[in-house]
């Protein structure tokens, strides 16, 4: 008897349904194809223990088994559920005609339970997308399909109750989400706050304007200024993220298996890998490609702290995702694109010992030796960072002021109202929706400049040697610090404090 039973696979961000032919005939033995990995040739062993433990068997017949279409490359254990329900549905030992209406994915423990799976949201927006009734999976992971309207989801816990639920013994209720309602939920008071900052008014001033247009960001100052302190900071101060922005950052940690909270994220990502990464596991890829880093860190923050210890090779892959926001990963029978829209916030010592450009300490480090360390960051990357900011150490006085420096509440409503006039600005724009995000024709349209602010731009690119990247970013910037002033147009004042945050331009720091 042929049985077809549905289950899905993921690519990237997308799910693809998947096809399961179960035939059982006369003979001996267990075919399984259709390019399956190990994990799922493996799959005989789990059904049958699964099987026999609630009552059922696996035939001693021949079965042959297909995994539709045959020419796509499927892993992982959570075909163990719809392999299992379509040898029971074909040797006869279950009896339905519903369960070609439903997506069914699950890894099965020996005892029949289920264990959770990857990428739950992409395969129930696909589900629905191509008309099934519902979706069955395990439990764990019941909140996160469930984010899809206009489709039964239901989790269970054990086979037991998906084959009773076909023969009629047993009723389920579907998984309620209230998307809306769970969205909203908003974080007033974060767990960092820059009202712990004591002093570094002027590098709070660098990572709201940062915030405001998005603006990649440096941080450069010797050890136990607030560098990190800071950057964990930045993401209390970003505008909330619109309902597109939470189904896209849930997708990508639903497909890395790596959702903290069930259901949808409502806060923006803070990624922060350490030094020793690969390149692969910072921009994705692998044999089986899984998200990287910079994927992970999508709508939210990628934290990069001392940013020259990280290899060379490394951050130069960063390179083109950084122009780009998204990357790609090629293999030879396929290609993945995964969105990697991120705000970079590093930090570095400007020096070996760290303390070069601290009247407070001696410089122990030879010019030879800080130019070695320095130039393990490439000009071409440092262009793609928009603002470059000092960071000195906070006096005593300012440590034992008892005073509460300004909330991250405060700060964010600055930030959010001039995100606002961005979204305005840019609403004819597919792709853009903020000021780091302009393209050389949004650029010549949004930050003209007057003849005073022309000089005085000119004037700066001359003596600081800049790149035509790094007027772009001067530009950026200034049309970001505008917009935080309310102020229509950009002028001299904007480009003039625009122009400081490029402190590694200046001589004496890259040579």
């Known amino acids: ?5 549905y289950g899905s696979a993921v690519f990237g961000v997308e799910a693809t349904t998947i096809t399961i032919e179960v035939n059982i005939d006369k003979g001996i033995g267990y075919h399984l194809v259709g390019l399956p990995d190990n994990a799922i040739k493996e799959s005989s062993y789990r059904i049958a223990a699964a099987l026999k433990n609630n009552g059922y068997e696996l035939p001693g017949k ?6 539709a279409p045959a020419d796509l490359r499927k892993e992982g254990s959570a075909y163990d559920l719809p392999l299992a329900m379509g040898i029971l549905v074909a040797s006869g030992q279950i009896k339905t005609d519903e369960i070609d209406r439903y997506i069914i994915m699950g890894e099965l423990s020996l005892d029949g339970g289920l264990q959770p799976i990857k990428g739950a949201l992409p395969i129930a927006i696909k589900a629905k997308e191509e008309g099934y009734k519902g979706f069955f999976l395990p439990i764990q992971n019941a909140k996160e399909a469930a984010i899809v309207s206009d489709l039964e989801v239901y989790g269970i816990e054990n086979i037991k109750e998906i084959i009773e639920f076909f023969t009629g013994k047993r009723t389920l209720e579907p998984t309620i989400f209230d998307t809306r309602k769970e969205f909203y939920k908003t974080l007033d008071f974060p767990e960092f706050d820059f009202s712990d900052v004591k002093g570094q008014e002027s590098i709070k001033r660098c990572m709201e304007i940062a915030a405001a247009g998005g603006h990649n960001i440096i941080l450069i100052g010797p050890p136990g200024a607030g560098k990190t302190m800071l950057a964990k900071r930045l993401p209390s101060i970003l505008p909330p993220m619109t309902l597109k922005e939470a189904l896209e950052t849930t997708k990508i940690h639903s497909v890395a298996g790596k959702l903290k909270e069930v259901g949808l994220m409502n806060q923006r990502p803070f990624r922060s890998p350490h030094h020793t990464i690969s390149n692969v596991a910072l921009v994705g890829g692998g044999s089986y490609p899984q998200p990287g880093e910079i994927s992970m860190a999508h709508n939210g923050v990628l934290f990069l ?31 993945i694109t ?54 000195t150490p906070v006096p005593f006085e300012k440590l034992s002021d008892t005073q509460k ?18 979204s305005v600005r840019f609403e004819p724009f597919e792709k853009i929706n903020y000021n780091a995000q302009m393209g050389t024709k949004q650029i010549r349209e949004f930050c003209a400049l007057n003849e005073t602010s022309l000089q005085l731009l000119k004037t700066a690119m001359e003596r600081l040697n800049l790149s035509a990247r790094a007027y772009d970013r001067i530009l950026k910037v200034s049309r970001t610090i505008a917009d935080l002033g309310n102020s229509p147009t950009i002028e001299s004042q904007h480009i003039a404090e625009a122009i400081q945050y490029r402190s590694l331009d200046r001589d004496g720091w890259l040579g």
């Open 405 to 422: 420096a300004e909330s991250s509440v405060t700060i964010r409503e600055r930030v959010t109202k001039a995100r606002e006039l961005q």
């Open 62 to 67: 021949k079965i042959i088994i297909n995994l």
């Open 338 to 391: 995964y969105p990697s829209s991120f705000m970079l916030v590093a930090s570095m010592n400007p020096s070996p010992s760290g303390f070069f450009n601290d009247p407070s300490a001696p410089t122990t480090s030879s010019p030879y030796e800080m130019q070695r360390y320095l130039s393990k960051i490439s000009g071409p990357l440092l262009d793609r960072i928009d603002i470059h900011i000092e960071v």
């Open 305 to 335: 702290d001392e940013l020259p210890e990280f290899k060379r090779d490394v951050l130069e892959v960063m390179r083109q995702p950084l122009e780009d926001r998204e990357v790609t990963i090629s293999r030879a029978k396929f290609t």
């Open 1 to 5: 008897m042929l049985v077809k039973v």
